[in-house]
């Protein structure tokens, strides 16, 4: 029984302990009821003010966002803007200096075409000349033919009249010798000279008859003093006994002569072909004498002589003519041919100039370019850095052109405005 009291006493004091801890936590869960209620106030506020942020934030963040649309647009429309002001003024001074170019040009290719023309020109008026002479040389040929048949038969009679008298029959002879080189187209003291002195190696004066020019400064002596009194008598004799002895005078005349002439040595006394011409100025007496004598004609051009009558001299001497007309063509081939080279690189030197002309345009161009990309574009640029300084106040009475305004966009955030915050769920 007193266990039982005992118990009892105990869930009593048991009791009365928590009925005591039942009013504190009574007492605390009023407080932290209050408290509550004010944390919710003050949530709800923070609530609403989060959200008044988050919808201006909203509102900046757009307005911002169309300020970067606008500037973008402003900036591209600048850019082209300027993009075609450069090209119109590079169009405007290429144009002026396409226009210089072309006048230059007209004043360096008007001479250039005129002297083509000229080289044109001379080159065919040097060609129709020579078919002219070819096509001439034979009926020329035909007339000296002619002339020298009668020169012959006027000799024939002017050789009757002079039988006897040596001296006037060498006279005769170089007469005939200097009129047919008047027929072949030489000139004289030019193509040919008449009894030029020459020094032998003894200091003697020596006096050809006849001395002719070739183009390469070689020289062609020619002499005409062969006796021909043999011949005459030959011509008058009546029987065959007195022609036979009269062709043998003839032989030994001209043998003599050839002997004589040999010994001169006239071929070693200029700069001349390794031969001497003796001219029998008589057709038929030297057609008689190479026929009476075959080895006649080997016989002088072995002692460096060759005979030659008038008609064989023509041709010798056509062919020296035509033999200057050459060289004188040769000459204007040359100077033609010198003046196209100096005129060929002329034209190639201006088409040098040209193309420097170009590449210096081309990098001019670039270099432009580069320095107004400098000037505009690019963060901290000078039209930009300009610009701020006048918004800081700097007087100007001066305006920047508005195809080179630009506006800077810095990555920073300059607004002021503050990022967009999460709302916390309740």
């Known amino acids: 029984m007193s266990a039982l009291l005992s118990r009892t006493a105990t869930l009593e004091a048991t009791l009365n302990m928590n009925g005591q801890r039942l009013k504190e936590l009574s007492s605390t869960l009023t407080e932290q009821t209050e408290t509550n209620k004010s944390q919710q106030v003050e949530i709800n506020n923070t609530k609403q003010r989060l959200a008044e942020y988050a919808a201006n934030n909203a509102a900046l963040l757009d307005k911002l966002n169309t300020q970067k649309e606008d500037m973008l647009a402003m900036q591209k429309t600048a850019h082209l803007q300027f993009e075609k002001l450069a090209q119109q003024i590079f169009e405007e001074k290429s144009g002026k200096f396409t226009e210089a170019n072309k006048n230059n040009i007209e004043a360096l290719l008007k001479p250039l075409n005129e002297n083509i023309d000229n080289f044109k020109k001379k080159v065919e008026e040097t060609y129709d000349k020579e078919s002219k002479q070819r096509f001439s040389l034979e009926k020329e040929v035909q007339n000296l033919i002619e002339n020298t048949q009668k020169i012959s038969q006027e000799a024939n009679n002017l050789a009757s009249a002079l039988k006897g008298q040596a001296k006037k029959q060498g006279d005769w002879g170089e007469t005939i010798l200097e009129r047919i080189l008047e027929l072949s187209g030489l000139e004289k003291n030019r193509e040919y000279f008449i009894q030029e002195n020459l020094k032998d190696e003894h200091g003697q004066n020596q006096r050809p008859d006849i001395i002719v020019r070739l183009p390469d400064d070689r020289n062609i002596i020619i002499d005409s003093k062969v006796s021909l009194n043999a011949y005459l008598r030959y011509s008058e004799a009546d029987s065959k006994e007195q022609q036979d002895i009269f062709i043998a005078s003839h032989l030994q005349a001209i043998n003599q002569h050839i002997d004589q002439l040999s010994a001169k040595k006239y071929e070693e006394l200029t ?156």
């Open 271 to 426: 700069s001349s072909l390794d031969f001497v011409i003796m001219f029998i100025p008589v057709e038929p007496a030297y057609i008689l004498a190479v026929q009476a004598d075959p080895d006649l004609w080997a016989y002088a051009y072995t002692r460096r002589i060759l005979l030659i009558s008038p008609t064989n001299l023509i041709a010798v001497l056509k062919i020296v003519a035509d033999l200057w007309k050459r060289e004188m063509q040769s000459k204007n081939a040359v100077e033609i041919a010198t003046e196209g080279a100096k005129l060929y690189d002329k034209f190639i030197g201006f088409v040098a100039t040209i193309e420097d002309v170009g590449k210096h345009l081309s990098r001019s161009q670039d270099a432009y370019l580069q320095a107004v990309s400098q000037l505009k574009d690019g963060r901290g640029n000078l039209i930009s850095r300009v610009q701020k300084l006048k918004k800081l106040g700097v007087k100007s009475t001066k305006r920047l052109p508005t195809s080179m305004l630009t506006a800077d966009i810095d990555d920073e955030d300059e607004t002021g405005i503050l990022p967009e915050a999460e709302v916390p769920e309740d």
